[in-house]
T-cell receptor, first 113, second 114 residues
């Protein structure tokens, strides 16, 4: 069936490096994508979103890239900090109807000081 | 403005029992969604309530049921608990349904079924 998945379950980086977290989606009907950050003991926290009519969106230290041709989404974090250590989820929302995101499995980002 | 709160934070139940989890939505939000998050997995959508009516349901059996109250707080009820129901249960509130509206998640209730 249709699903959202992540290529790498764990990503380790050094403080100050740039991080790239990847996500593959298979539902071609999805028109809205969201990245969430989940720290230990907390619920997911919205980071950034992007609609399918865009291929790039930037926030504070984060950039999301969307490649609809290969159904790929990535989250880039610039100058990664220890506070960025968390599990990151991408979620997709099929077009139409209620906003009910489908979450992928998640990538654990570990930032070493 | 208070965020989304959930109670209890932790709960241990025995197989076959029933459980009720509670969620208070963020001020001004009329939509609550419930998710189940197994260890090492992403949240899985259970159902959503919009203005006290169910507004969508995921692939969960009928023993998972819910309510939304006039103040938009919500309950998740699970009957005949099974071991596989052990998970973190998250609720998220948003300004509306049929979005996309940003969802604000609570810290979750950790349910352990023995």
């Amino acid at each position: 069936g249709e699903s959202v998945g992540l290529h790498l379950p764990t990503l380790s980086v050094q403080e100050g490096d740039n991080s790239i977290i990847n996500c593959a989606y298979s539902n071609s009907a999805s028109d809205y994508f969201i990245w969430y950050k989940q720290e230990s003991g907390k619920g997911p926290q919205f980071i950034i979103d992007i609609r399918s009519n865009m291929d790039k969106r930037q926030g504070q230290r984060v950039t999301v890239l969307l490649n609809k041709t290969v159904k790929h989404l990535s989250l880039q974090i610039a100058a990664t900090q220890p506070g960025d250590s968390a599990v990151y989820f991408c979620a997709e929302n099929p077009s139409g109807g209620s906003y009910i995101p489908t979450f992928g499995r998640g990538t654990s980002l570990i930032v070493h000081p | 403005e208070t965020g989304v709160t959930q109670s209890p934070t932790h709960l241990i139940k025995t197989r076959g029992q029933q459980v009720t989890l509670r969620c208070s939505s963020q001020s001004g939000h009329n939509t609550v969604s419930w998710y189940q998050q197994a260890l090492g997995q992403g949240p899985q959508f259970i159902f959503q309530y919009y203005r006290e009516e169910e507004n969508g349901r995921g692939n969960f059996p009928p023993r998972f049921s819910g309510l939304q109250f006039p103040n938009y707080s919500s309950e998740l009820n699970v009957n005949a608990l099974e071991l596989d129901d052990s998970a973190l249960y998250l609720c998220a509130s948003s300004l509306g349904a049929g979005g996309p509206y940003e969802q604000y998640f609570g810290p979750g209730t950790r349910l352990t079924v023995t």
